[in-house]
């Protein structure tokens, strides 16, 4: 109950699940021992949504939640006057309200007496403790004195500031042993992605998420009053990381603005106005020297105890900056325009650099060809140095500036040149149709042909790509387009599933990368000079045609583009030997070579780190997600399912997005998992796919069937393959097959299992034992068929196959087929026990609890128990742990940092130092390296040969490239 019966119930929260359990083991011991609370944050940072969120949860509780009021601050006991009232309501009793020269002592004991009166333990909320009135934290420090040893718990929220309250709770923290001061942070960028994704309905990109971070400083109240403001704006955005923060975002906040601002000096307004309009963080010497060009007086450190501007100090230099983003907009929209172009203008030519063009663009009131002649070589000058989103911000300042005619056209050329160089074709989306209007020109076309495919226009693109090939090229320039275009043409008939047509486009398309100039200075075009790249044409389309060659089964074209690519990719690092060797993996998946595959992938994600401009980045970490799957690493696979996951909707091309999704559910679905798994195959399924399509449209199948057979639904396992069928392509590797069997044999259906089992073994069909080898699914017709000694030998005898243990999940799962059945016929016990041990080996390491739960149950079996086996053995220390948490164990277990560890989850330190904290606290350790020594023992008994882990380094790939001996490579130009 609170003192206000009509607050409705809180939203969730997120990133406060550190906060919300520290609050929670407070108030348990609370129960016992009485406690106190101190949350803090700036103003936005949600400590009023923490604690009502807290009020709720505390059930058994009597929860009185007051505010403290500014205009009642300087009032004696007026805090302490909300409290009696309220506790007179939950109690009827009839305490009276203290007189202003109460003594606090006094005024304690009458709130003693009310607490008393009430028949259940006692939480006392106040919130805006910053305004708590000096008597009223006296009588407060008395009483929770007196109740530390009852069932009390106080709690105040306040503003970082020095106060009565925070002197109430230091006096009270060196007196009691059950207190805790939190700090609340700004949200991280993965927390406004989850709140983006709760309040809009949808995900966003982390690129677009990081806008809203920053803009907002992480503030969840602004964040939310943001988010319900632009909802209509993320729905028209033509892709999800080409939204930007548009002008109506200020419209909420004029309030907030004109309340900061009222009654302020002159100076003050100055200040914040100065600082709002040149928005970037500004050393004091160069503010000041803006302010005096200008000839206006202005009170930087006025403006800074308003809250609008905020200042921090490096290397003994005060720097400023405004204290929100969208607070600067909100200032600086209320500005004449004059006014601003004043300030950008005087700006433009104190500073240098980025900075002084960035305020000469926001000065220019008349066209300026100069200007936009200066941005364009500034964008070339970032994409050199592989600043991608300047060298796009400053192309787009250009479009905006030229004059029409000539000077637009060519500024429309060059960022669609850029588009194309740094892969951030999604910034030029909404420019299409002025690109579609300019004169046709190689250049221009060559444009067209990657916006038209990744708007699904192919037919469009193919016929500009075809035009292109088939022109005379006479100039080094026409030549580098050309072959940049040749790269470019067996992706397009990909997407037309004319695989056969890609086969027979490569000797063309290598003449004319052949043709191509290696050297830039031949170019003409500055624009152009980056396509003086055939090595990298060649090495892509090498790839595109092995992925046709693939769908052929052309095996003898295969063979000979593995090994022409064995000699090209030796030592190559660039964005096209990524493309090439994912390209590569997925005809080894496809073919069954696992180990070749998961070479090539470790290879290809670790390039991608340093060179995202790869067409095949979203691919890389997922289908290197789904293997590691395959061949057991399970917690490598779901951080990198989880990393593609949270970078994919910034891909230009969004097919990747709904793969990683479902490839991040596989490990979940074998874990139990439900509720995760239905919320990311829920999310694929409403995703829209780009032009590339998908890499294997089984997965979300598997994953479902792979859940229901974690949870013992057979039936819901065989729903799962039928679902599977109906969609089922001529590149599928059916290993929903492999669970329509099982399904099918589990549930006695043995004609039906025998029938799906031939289907298996047809060799026209391209299914592969990577969930399931063949002999383990005779040994389950068989066990259907009742024939349970030849299904023991099958089970057996699947487990002795060449190759089997290189997919130890499955393995491991015949091997408890085989204890199982063995413990039924009564034959060989000391062997059944041995399977099943070995089985619980495996479910352990990879933390399948289900599964492990089965192979325990078992081994309790009387003819099976063996008391003097080792405990270890029949135990995971990992169990209590969360899919999250085993990540961040296994990580610390390897001796990475919390900062090594944030990088590679994607999360924050202080998310990782959260689950550290849980994982010591479940495991019921008390530093790392008792985690370690838990850890080692279960490395020890690996059921395959233990491997480094997988993960890409951030510094790169730390695998050796495989492949043996190469020949040398053909010189690049």
């Not at 609340?184 to 994704?197: G, S």
């Not at 030849?790 to 499955?810: D, R």
């Not at 380094?953 to 043996?964: L, T, V, Y």
Request: hydrophobic residues 45%; aromatic residues 4%.
């Amino acid at each position: 109950m609170t003192d206000d019966a009509a607050n409705p119930p809180s939203a969730p929260l997120f990133g406060r699940d550190r906060a919300r359990e520290t609050v929670l083991l407070v108030a348990h011991r609370a129960l016992g021992q009485g406690g106190a609370l101190l949350v803090t944050g700036e103003a936005g940072l949600g400590k009023t949504a923490l604690l009502a969120d807290i009020a709720e949860r505390l059930e058994g509780w009597t929860v009185l939640r007051v505010h403290a009021d500014s205009f009642e601050s300087d009032l004696s006991y007026s805090t302490v006057e909300r409290l009696v009232r309220g506790l007179n309501t939950l109690s009827g009793t009839r305490v009276s309200v203290p007189r202003p020269d109460d003594e606090p002592i006094t005024v304690g004991r009458l709130l003693l007496d009310a607490i008393d009166a009430v028949r259940s333990p006692v939480c006392v909320v106040v919130d805006d403790a910053q305004w708590v009135d000096e008597a009223s934290a006296r009588a407060l420090r008395f009483v929770v004195r007196r109740l530390a040893e009852q069932s009390f718990l106080f709690a105040a929220a306040s503003r970082p500031v020095a106060n009565s309250v925070v002197s109430l709770f230091d006096d009270v923290a060196a007196t009691t042993v059950n207190h805790a001061r939190i700090e609340l942070t700004p949200l991280t960028v993965a927390d406004t992605q989850e709140l983006a994704a709760h309040l809009l309905g949808h995900a966003v990109s982390r690129r677009t998420a990081t806008r809203l971070t920053e803009a907002t400083q992480g503030s969840p109240l602004l964040l939310s009053v943001l988010l319900g403001q632009l909802r209509d704006t993320f729905a028209e955005a033509l892709h999800p990381a080409g939204w930007d923060l548009p002008v109506s975002a200020i419209t909420p906040l004029s309030t907030a603005v004109s309340a900061a601002l009222e009654g302020a000096d002159v100076s003050v307004r100055n200040a914040a106005e100065f600082v709002a309009v040149l928005r970037d963080p500004l050393p004091l010497p160069l503010f000041g020297t803006v302010a005096a060009r200008l000839g206006t007086p202005v009170d930087a450190e006025g403006a800074v105890a308003r809250g609008l501007v905020r200042s921090t100090e490096h290397d003994g230099v005060v720097w400023v900056e405004p204290a929100h983003a969208i607070l600067a907009d909100a200032i600086a929209a209320d500005l004449p325009l004059q006014r601003r172009v004043e300030i950008h203008r005087v700006a433009a030519q104190v500073l240098s650099g980025h900075r002084a063009l960035r305020h000469r663009v926001e000065a220019a009131d008349t066209a300026d060809p100069t200007l936009v002649t200066e941005l364009l070589a500034a964008a070339l000058l970032a994409a050199d140095r592989g600043q991608a989103d300047q060298a796009m911000s400053y192309a787009r300042s250009a479009v905006h500036l030229a004059a029409p005619g000539d000077e637009h056209e060519r500024a429309l050329l060059e960022i669609g040149l850029l588009a194309m160089r740094t892969r951030m074709h999604e910034r030029i989306f909404d420019l299409t149709p002025a690109i579609e209007a300019l004169p046709a020109s190689p250049t221009r076309d060559a444009v067209l042909i990657e916006l038209r495919t990744l708007t699904g226009d192919i037919p469009g693109a193919l016929a500009l790509a075809l035009a292109i090939d088939a022109a005379p090229a006479t100039t080094p320039d026409e030549r580098a387009i050309r072959s940049h275009v040749a790269e470019a043409i067996p992706k397009i008939l990909m997407a037309t599933r004319d695989m056969a047509g890609t086969v027979d486009y490569l000797e063309a398309g290598r003449h004319h990368i052949a043709a191509a100039p290696t050297d830039r200075s031949e170019i003409s075009d500055p624009a152009l000079r980056w396509l003086a790249q055939p090595y990298d044409d060649l090495l892509r389309l090498l790839g595109w045609g092995l992925i046709a060659a693939g769908h052929m089964r052309r095996g003898d074209l295969i063979a000979a583009l593995v090994v022409e690519l064995d000699q090209l990719l030796d030592g190559e690092e660039s964005p096209a030997a990524a493309d090439a060797l994912v390209t590569r993996a997925r005809v080894f998946i496809l073919s069954g070579d696992i180990e070749r595959a998961r070479d090539d992938l470790a290879r290809a994600a670790g390039l991608v780190r340093r060179f995202p401009s790869s067409w095949t980045a979203g691919f890389a970490r997922t289908i290197y997600a789904h293997v590691l799957f395959l061949v057991g690493e399970w917690d490598e696979s779901v951080t990198l399912a989880d990393a593609a996951v949270a970078l994919a909707l910034d891909e230009t091309d969004l097919s990747g997005w709904p793969i990683a999704l479902t490839a991040s559910a596989l490990v979940r679905a074998g874990r139990g998992e439900a509720a995760a798994v239905e919320e990311r195959l829920s999310s694929a399924s409403r995703a829209r796919l780009g032009f590339a399509g998908s890499y294997d449209g089984d997965i979300p199948f598997i994953a479902r069937a792979e859940l229901a057979r974690a949870l013992g639904d057979a039936a819901a396992q065989l729903v799962a393959t039928e679902a599977a069928e109906e969609v089922a392509t001529p590149a599928s590797t059916l290993g929903w097959m492999t669970y329509r069997v099982d399904a099918l044999a589990a549930l006695g259906r043995a004609g039906d299992a025998r029938a799906a089992l031939e289907a298996c073994r047809d060799p026209r069909r391209l299914w592969r034992p990577f969930y399931g080898s063949l002999g383990w699914l005779e040994g389950r017709v068989l066990e259907a068929e009742g024939r349970h000694e030849e299904a023991v030998a099958s089970y057996l005898g699947s487990l002795e196959e060449p190759g089997s243990a290189l997919f130890p999940f499955p393995h491991a799962v015949a091997a408890l087929d085989a204890g199982r059945l063995l413990l039924t016929l009564g034959t060989d016990p000391e062997r059944a026990r041995a399977l099943l041990e070995t089985a619980a080996g495996a479910f352990r390491r990879l933390g399948a609890p289900a599964y492990l739960a089965r192979c325990t149950h078992l081994l309790a079996e009387p003819a099976v128990a063996d008391p003097g086996g080792p405990v270890a053995e029949r135990h995971d220390p990992f169990a209590p742990l969360t899919t999250r948490e085993r990540q961040v164990a296994h990580a610390l277990a390897a001796g990475m940092t919390n900062k090594e560890i944030a990088e590679r989850l994607y999360v924050s330190v202080t998310t990782v130092n959260f689950h550290v904290r849980n994982i010591l606290a479940k495991l019921e350790l008390t530093s790392r390296r008792d985690l370690r020594k838990l850890s080692s023992p279960r490395g020890s008994r690996r059921t395959t040969s233990p491997r480094p882990p997988d993960f890409p380094h951030p510094s790169g790939d730390p695998r050796p490239h495989p492949g043996g001996q190469h020949t040398s490579r053909p010189r690049k130009g």
